[in-house]
């Protein structure tokens, strides 16, 4: 096989100056006089080429005057299937959009591909010439300690079998990893239009207050989304629990809630058609207020605690109380499922009983007690199983990484009441009695927390949720006895609801039906809160 190390010809003068003259050109377009004409053509001839639209794509170029590939690009892709290396790498050099450690990535790829044509020929002085004299006033010194030992491991392998379609389609993949690595406006990014577009989409529809559907967005207008995306307006108020509702929780599937109250009762809703829930059963055993329900996530079974009460396991299907864990001097402020369904954690107020892991049976797995677990206030798993978050001592969030053992902990200067972890494991939202929701990281990057106010709260326990699309909102109720609803890139509510006569206790809100949310209130109500649409509120008293 002919291998050529040669002299860098003259590039196509005209070519280049034409290329010079397009790229320095500075006609602008776009109402705002923003758009480079030449780049806003160029990328339109990439989208019709991905598109698979070569006839219009080469039609424009034509038209235009303007290609798609620049002209270093046009050289390398003529170069490198010829094996010129020589011209290849003062191509490459000549390129002045390369930062160096990027430059230098390059002419590593070329060289190492240059010796193993080498090595293929049985020239392997030539390889060891290369890597001599070549390399050394480009590169630096990791660089040609990483070419010698390619070329001690190429040496080892069998180079034989490499004829000249193994090494042409060698070479195509050079000029594949190249591209990789050559900028802008060398190498354009790919599908840049498509990126752009997508881009301007997202930007859109970030800055929209009340996004919350999953319908397609048009390129046709502008979007912005109104009011009615959201849950503003009570479609059903429920009241069947006959004392004061504390706690209101969407299965995860979206097809059930449960509600528990100082009534002693946790009861079970079904979420029908047309956004009506129907009566399902009462769970009734414990003797004391219900404070608190937890989901397992396969919505199979479901755990109820109170602030003085045992923690107890049920079946949804039958409504039949499965085990009691502990015994009445056993106290469970709260409770959450890990992934499988199958283990369950709670916290206790008792220092000495601390945090449990438990199966379904009622065999402790594994125990968080002593003087580093003080009253555990009320905790959360995240749904991806990888962290445990508690809120001990009243002002201390602790973050164990259940994998790595790895934890943190995180100090607010006033009482927390509540937590609330997201659907994608990534945040988690506390409630403060100085009035104010924090919003944390799980991971731990964020410095300082961002801040949401309005509501009300000084001296009862309100729940806040995660809600809507992508989680993009924060509900909490409140002791004015309203419902607040931000969306998380704004510290101030979007929306405030009426209709509650007393304190409002919890939210939840639909992880299926992202236009529905429930709110527990001390007027011994549920209210089902969906788009101003609907004009009729039905008072249910169902038996």
């Known amino acids: 096989m002919e291998f050529m190390i040669m002299e860098r010809e003259k590039a196509d003068e005209s070519s280049g100056e034409n290329s010079v003259v397009m790229e320095n050109s500075a006609t602008m377009i776009g109402p705002k006089g923003m758009i480079k004409q030449h780049e806003f053509v160029r990328v339109i001839i990439q989208s019709l080429y991905s598109l698979g639209y070569r006839k219009s794509a080469s039609c424009l170029e034509s038209e235009s005057g303007i290609s798609y590939k620049s002209v270093d690009l046009e050289l390398l892709e003529s170069q490198i299937p010829e094996g010129n290396w020589n011209i290849c790498i003062d191509t490459l050099n000549g390129i002045k959009e390369l930062v160096d450690e990027t430059r230098a990535s390059a002419l590593f790829l070329v060289f190492k591909q240059c010796m193993l044509e080498c090595l293929s020929c049985g020239d392997d002085s030539l390889a060891l010439a290369v890597l001599r004299k070549k390399v050394p006033a480009l590169l630096g010194r990791e660089n040609i300690c990483n070419l010698a030992y390619s070329l001690l491991n190429l040496k080892k392998k069998d180079l034989s079998n490499l004829d000249e379609n193994s090494i042409f389609e060698q070479r195509r993949r050079l000029l594949t990893e190249l591209e990789k690595l050559l900028p802008p406006p060398t190498v354009l990014p790919e599908r840049r239009l498509e990126h752009l577009v997508e881009t301007a989409v997202t930007a859109q529809i970030d800055s929209c207050m009340y996004h919350n559907s999953q319908e397609e967005v048009s390129l046709y207008e502008d979007h912005c989304c109104t009011r009615e995306q959201i849950p503003t307006e009570t479609i059903q108020i429920l009241t069947e629990h006959e004392n004061e509702v504390w706690f209101v929780q969407f ?3 979206g097809e059930y809630l449960a509600s528990s109250s100082s009534d002693c009762t946790a009861i079970i809703w079904k979420v029908m058609e047309g956004e009506r829930l129907t009566f399902k059963r009462t769970l009734r055993s414990h003797q004391n207020p219900v404070s608190f329900v937890a989901w397992s996530p396969d919505d199979t079974k479901l755990l109820t605690c109170g602030n003085v009460e045992v923690l107890k396991l049920w079946d949804v299907e039958t409504g039949t109380c499965k085990h009691t864990f502990g015994d009445h001097g056993f106290i469970v402020s709260s409770c959450a499922w890990f992934p499988d369904s199958k283990r369950l954690v709670c916290g206790s107020s008792d220092p000495e009983k601390g945090i449990c892991m438990y199966d379904c049976d009622g065999n402790e797995i594994k125990a968080w007690r002593g003087t580093r677990m003080p009253k555990v206030l009320d905790l959360a798993v995240t749904p991806d199983g990888e962290h445990l978050i508690s809120v001990f001592s009243d002002k201390d969030i602790r973050i164990f990484n259940l994998v790595t053992n790895a934890e943190r ?4 200067e006033h009482p927390i009441t509540s937590l609330s972890v997201s659907i994608n494991s990534k945040f988690f939202i506390v409630n403060l009695n100085s009035q104010e929701i924090h919003l944390w990281d799980v991971a731990g990057k964020w410095e300082k927390a961002l801040r949401y106010k309005g509501h009300k709260q000084h001296k009862y326990v309100i729940r806040s949720c995660f809600g809507g699309l992508n989680s993009s909102f924060i509900a909490s109720g409140s002791e004015n006895s309203q419902v607040y609803i931000w969306n998380r890139r704004n510290p101030k509510p979007i929306e405030v609801l009426s209709g509650h006569l007393m304190t409002v ?33 039905q008072h249910e008293k169902l038996i």
């Open 251 to 253: 299965s995860n599937n």
């Open 409 to 412: 902990v995180i100090s607010e």
């Open 505 to 537: 206790n919890c939210v939840s809100w639909n992880p299926r039906r992202h236009q529905m949310l429930a709110s527990a209130s001390d007027d011994h109500t549920i209210r089902i809160w969906g788009p101003s649409q609907s004009k009729n509120i």
